[in-house]
């Protein structure tokens, strides 16, 4: 990449975008161009505008969504479909309009049908019905896959798309109310883990770290759930840990760093070899890690890190999702990228900045 082209990465407070904005500093790239959400609200397609007009960046890499898990995908289906499709309408097409050259969608896993053949490939996109629960985010992003084709086609732009598995690290969302599955369970067990200790101070820590405990959450830790928490609090029970579904899908996980590293590659392949491993209409790439789990066996190795030697149960009146998710990210292998960040290792990483946060406070 040379040094001096002007950079935008729009998301860049997220998980995903943050970890593409280390990743960025870190080769000694052109100028970083950001904004916050208050900044610039990328669903106002004006504002979108403006911005690109008096910025006028060279790459883009489109990080920004909103995002959540199967919970929050159930609740608030409107907002995920609504607020995605405008994000990427807006930017995409104020980078055309502004003359951007060069653009890298980050799109999800999600966007494959829900009995999709075994590992994902490519052009499994839209031959099989979506996942029900998470179907209206699943659309806004092969939407955005389309676009990024259509501007190619139409106009001869060269924008990109990868598709992740999975992430995790650094920068995630710890709420349970919109936390995807390895957050939640990482502090769903950390809260049982201190419960068992009786450090009820610690988990006023963890509250005002990585905000409220909901009532559902102090019953299973074994607190009064219609009593806010105080260090005078009391565990009244034993604490069980139960999770959504049956504990059978599988899933695979990716670190966000290798995520991130992957989309600083693709997006600096030369064209030539991006559009010969490429189709016009199949344009997107997978981004895996290669191996997946069940929930059940991802439950016992975070278990083991986080330090929880309780009773784990699964609560089957609450949805699975696609039972499995394996993407084929062989294209990409064959391009010369492939993750480093094995699933252990990250969980270790994952868990340590999530303690780091609370001892910030």
Sequence with gaps: MKANLKVYVAGHRGMVGSAILRQLESTGCGKLVTRTRTELDLTNQAAVGDFFKSERPDLVYLAAAKVGGIHANNVYPAEFIYENLMIEANVIHAAHCSGVQKLLFLGSSCIYPRLATQPMREDALLSGALEATNEPYAIAKIAGIKL????????????????????????????LSNSHVLPAMIRKLHLAKLAAQGDVSAIVADEAAHGEIAQDIKAMIGLDPAAPITAESTVRTRPIVTLWGTGTPFREFLHVDDMASASVFVMNL??????????????????GFGKDLSIREVAVLVAEIVGYQGQI??????????????????RL????WKAKIDLKQGLEQAYSNYLSKESRR
Aim: aromatic share 10%.
């Design 270 to 287: 030369d064209k030539e070899v991006y559009d010969a491993n490429t189709h016009p209409m199949l344009s997107h790439i997978n981004v």
């Design 148 to 175: 990024c084709e259509s501007y190619n086609r139409q106009y001869g732009r060269d924008y990109r798309s990868v598709m992740p598995t999975n992430l995790y690290g650094p920068g995630d969302n710890y709420d």
């Design 313 to 330: 149960a699964f609560d089957c009146s609450k949805p699975d999702g696609t039972p499995r998710k394996l993407m084929d990210s062989g």
């Design 333 to 336: 292998e064959r391009l010369g």
